[in-house]
Nanobody, 124 residues
């Protein structure tokens, strides 16, 4: 079992930055692959970013590529999502997830564990 807790959401102006954190307990991010997803009202949950268990490879949706960065700490117990140049369309609840699988990391159906989410609102 893996428990995931997200922190770091909030209100930010367009063009600003936020860093989300996801703390894991039960297992580290060396044995599961972490991913970030988001869901805006009325929309399906969509893939944002993922990191392989090795920590070597990262994956991003086209909508956030070049603006968001996923990375983990040295202890491999926390994964982060650094979000820069935020846009109003980035407004959503952001979820941290983890999977024991190493493929199709952009598919939410591959993930076994989910956090409760943290709200990110980008507005002036």
């Amino acid at each position: 079992q893996v428990q995931l807790v997200e922190t770091g959401g909030g209100l930010v102006q367009p063009g600003g930055s936020l860093r989300l954190s996801c703390a894991a307990s039960g297992r580290t991010f060396s044995s599961v692959s972490p991913g970030w997803f988001r869901q805006a009202p009325g929309n399906e949950r969509e893939f944002v970013a993922a990191l392989t268990r090795s920590g070597i490879s990262t994956y991003y949706s086209d909508s956030v590529k070049g603006r968001f960065t996923i990375f983990r700490d040295v202890a491999k117990t926390t994964v982060y999502l650094q979000m820069n140049s935020l846009k109003p369309e980035d407004t959503a609840v952001y979820y941290c997830a983890a999977t024991t699988r190493g493929y199709e990391l952009d598919d939410p159906r591959q993930y076994d564990y989910w956090g409760l989410g943290t709200q990110v609102t980008v507005s002036s």
